[in-house]
């Protein structure tokens, strides 16, 4: 079982930024792919961002060139930096693993974090 714990949530005005983060836990040896998606009342869930452990990424359209995904493996952590904020980004984040090892092998399961509101208001 994995567990995420995310966090860096929050109001911020327009143009401004905020940094997102979640660390996973539960005996991982190492995690395939890590990502953040988001969902907007009344939307679908999108994904906004992930990165494989072989740190390639991949990005909505919408977000590149502001947003930034990384990954600190030792910690089994990602982050999700977010520039120039628009209103057009608030939403719930979501923290999400895919595939992973421990010491008893591989694991094909997917973990979704609790969310975090961000909110980009004036």
């Known amino acids: 079982q994995v567990q995420l714990v995310e966090s860096g949530g929050g109001l911020v005005q327009p143009g401004g930024s905020l940094r997102l983060s979640c660390a996973a836990s539960?005996?991982?040896?190492?995690?395939?792919?890590m990502g953040w998606y988001r969902q907007a009342p009344g939307k679908e869930r999108e994904l906004v961002a992930e990165m494989t452990s072989d740190n390639s990424t991949k990005y909505t359209d919408s977000v590149k060139g502001r947003f930034t995904i990384s990954r600190d493996n030792a910690k089994n952590t990602v982050y999700l930096q977010m520039n120039s904020l628009k209103p057009e980004d608030t939403a719930v984040y979501y923290c999400?693993?895919?595939?992973?090892?421990?010491?008893?092998?591989?694991?094909?399961?997917?973990?979704w974090g609790q969310g975090t509101q961000v909110t980009v208001s004036s």
């Open positions: 999400n693993v895919d595939r992973y090892y421990t010491l008893r092998g591989y694991h094909p399961y997917n973990f």
């Open positions: 539960g005996s991982i040896f190492s995690i395939i792919s």
